[in-house]
């Protein structure tokens, strides 16, 4: 049984930052698909930033371009997201989410196309 674990919300001002770490346990993962989404109050769930296990780089909404960054800890089976500079805009539950296939670029920021969810966290930026 694959489990993400979320840790490391919180509330923030406005220009802070925070890190988030999804811990994932309960298999091994030779190709995968990794991404960080979030749901606002009333909105939508987003894509947020993602990243493929062997196809190099990673990609972020443009929303978050420039203040996101994705990044893993390959002996730790975890991922981050450190996130800078954050904005009031950026509140919301932030969910990590793994697929344990190599999804091609056009489906990666789809979260209909991930298997696996964490919980989600809470972020919250004031102003």
């Known amino acids: 049984q694959v489990q993400l674990v979320e840790s490391g919300g919180g509330l923030v001002q406005a220009g802070g930052s925070l890190k988030l770490s999804c811990a994932a346990s309960?298999?091994?993962?030779?190709?995968?698909?990794m991404g960080w989404f979030r749901r606002a109050p009333g909105k939508e769930r987003e894509f947020v930033a993602g990243?493929?296990?062997?196809?190099?780089?990673?990609y972020y909404a443009d929303s978050v371009k420039g203040r996101f960054t994705i990044s893993r800890d390959n002996a730790k089976n975890t991922f981050y997201l450190q996130m800078n500079n954050l904005k009031p805009e950026d509140t919301a539950v932030y969910y990590c989410?793994?697929?344990?296939?190599?999804?091609?670029?056009?489906?990666?920021?789809?979260?209909?196309?991930?298997?696996?969810w964490g919980q989600g966290t809470q972020v919250t930026v004031s102003s």
């Open positions: 989410a793994l697929e344990d296939s190599r999804l091609i670029l056009s489906r990666t920021r789809d979260g209909d196309n991930y298997e696996y």
């Open positions: 309960g298999r091994t993962f030779t190709s995968y698909t």
């Open positions: 990243m493929r296990r062997s196809a190099g780089g990673e």
